[in-house]
């Protein structure tokens, strides 16, 4: 599983991802920053900011060195932490608006509104707005009228929303968090927005649970959707949301678990059955991330007894439990489940991947070198399987041949890597570094030194491997006589 993270942190989708700053680009934005308020830093303030950034967050992404820097200058020098740094910064957007619109108390709650809805939705179009006011016929004076009763911030800038997202999400949340008419037209806003597009809706709830799982008003934003009209719909959106907590004593979960319980008994067509058991799923596997391996196992044991051999879940629930069993050392109870899924006529191609490469593993433990083998190879038979699947089972079944002095069988498997058209370059430069280490290991450091050096030279690696890479060098230099030696 840990090299499975590893693939999964570095299998984005285009636009790609930002990787952290460096600290001293951190220093140069922070200047940068200050410069456009007209404060000149001394070197010690610089640093305080950059130890400020790299505090709120360790992966040093950009946003958060520019809220590092506007909350240094907000404070006058006092620094607070993460979501009270976005809070003030979104003080000093909300007041920026609040100046402009100041006519009227009206105008400043219509702003705030439009915003809000607009962050709900991951922004509008006026045309959208417009088609929404007046399909949806919201409760009078809770919005701006598209045509007339426009405040002075521009009516397309509010219907941006706040951006960016983690702002946007948390200033959400904490209209939410209020008392009194602003909390109700915060809800009813939520609401608007669910009816308008509910896709969009639970991307947002997707990305503010993400990224405020803590906020004591989460539930609110999986409460607001239609639970009467669209219970399903609903349910899958508060389930998705549950890996999205982290944790599994989160007090979210218990309104999720009660929630979906109180649906199943309104519905009598049993289509909440699959639901539920996801949610226990995914309930476990937040139990087995967290270490604890027996809980765990009792929890995919209990979700098997609910779920039906042809729900798409069950071969993950056997998968994961027979994973829990390697844990607690019974690896016959985890060779069983995952052969289970092997031999199940419902699991497609992927769950079964994943079982034959968990299978092989337990074969490898057991000095079983044919049968890993064996398993691996019917990986690469199958249609259907990701690109991960197939990495992994290449680059086992290559240490298994030569481990069973396969050598030539072994160099295929990484070439097989390297000439793949989807998987990853992490992936690719991994098995040219485990190459390199098997020439050097047959006397050859010339060979060795070019799949090295072709790994250093990549700009995108798995640390781990970066870090071997510059090691095997440091070593191939040192042992490479030079001209003057020869």
């Not at 800038?157 to 602003?182: F, N, Q, S």
Request: hydrophobic share 40%; with cysteine; proline share 4%.
């Amino acid at each position: 599983m840990e090299e499975y993270f590893q693939i999964q942190a570095c299998a984005y989708g285009l636009p790609r991802e930002l990787g952290g700053l460096p600290r001293p680009e951190i220093r140069k934005l922070a200047k940068a920053v200050a410069d456009r308020a007209g404060v000149v830093l001394s070197s010690t303030s610089v640093e305080d900011i950059a130890d400020h950034s790299e505090k709120i967050d360790p992966d040093g992404r950009p946003l958060f060195a520019l809220v590092a820097a506007l909350d240094w200058l907000d404070g006058n020098g006092v620094s607070a932490d993460r979501d009270a740094a976005l809070r003030r910064l979104i003080a000093r957007m909300d007041g920026q608006a609040v100046q402009a619109a100041a006519v009227s108390p009206k105008s400043v709650r219509h702003m705030r509104n439009a915003q809000t809805l607009a962050t709900a939705l991951g922004g509008l179009s006026v045309e959208s707005y417009a088609h929404l006011v007046q399909t949806f016929e919201p409760p009078t004076g809770l919005l701006p009228n598209v045509y007339s009763d426009v405040p002075p911030v521009p009516l397309d800038d509010l219907l941006d929303g706040v951006r960016p997202d983690m702002l946007g999400e948390l200033y959400v949340l904490d209209r939410v968090d209020t008392a009194g008419t602003e909390r109700l037209a915060a809800m009813a806003l939520l609401k608007l927005a669910w009816q308008k597009d509910q896709e969009a809706y639970r991307a947002f709830v997707e990305r503010a649970v993400g990224d405020h799982k803590e906020h004591a008003r989460v539930v609110d934003l999986l409460d607001a959707g239609d639970w009467a009209g669209a219970p399903a719909t609903c349910a899958e959106m508060a389930v998705d949301s549950i890996p999205l907590l982290q944790r599994s004593d989160h007090p979210v979960l218990d309104w999720i678990f009660s929630r979906l319980q109180s649906v199943q008994e309104s519905i009598s067509d049993g289509t909440m059955g699959e639901l539920i058991v996801n949610a226990h799923f995914r309930r476990a596997n937040l139990v087995l991330n967290e270490g604890d391996a027996r809980r765990a196992n009792d929890l995919y044991s209990k979700a098997l007894d609910l779920c039906e051999a042809n729900w798409q879940v069950h071969a993950g629930l056997l998968n994961n439990r027979g994973i829990s069993w390697l844990r607690l050392g019974a690896r016959e109870a985890a060779g069983a489940d995952f052969t289970a899924v092997i031999e199940s006529s419902f699991a497609d191609d992927e769950s079964r991947a994943c079982a034959f490469n968990n299978r092989a593993d337990v074969f490898d433990g057991d000095g079983d070198v044919g049968s890993a083998v064996r398993d691996r190879t019917a990986i690469l038979e199958l249609a259907e399987t990701t690109y991960n699947r197939r990495f992994i089972a290449h680059i086992r079944r290559a240490l298994a041949l030569r481990k069973s002095g396969d050598y030539e069988g072994a160099y295929r498997d990484i070439e097989s890597i390297l000439d793949s058209s989807d998987i990853v370059k992490e992936q690719k430069m991994s098995a040219r570094l485990k190459r390199a280490e098997w020439l050097v290991e047959e006397g050859e450091p010339a060979a060795a030194r070019v799949d090295v050096e072709a790994v250093l030279a990549s700009d995108r690696n798995f640390d781990s491997v970066e870090n071997k890479a510059r090691e095997l060098l440091l070593e191939l230099s040192v042992d490479t006589p030079s001209d003057a030696e020869c």
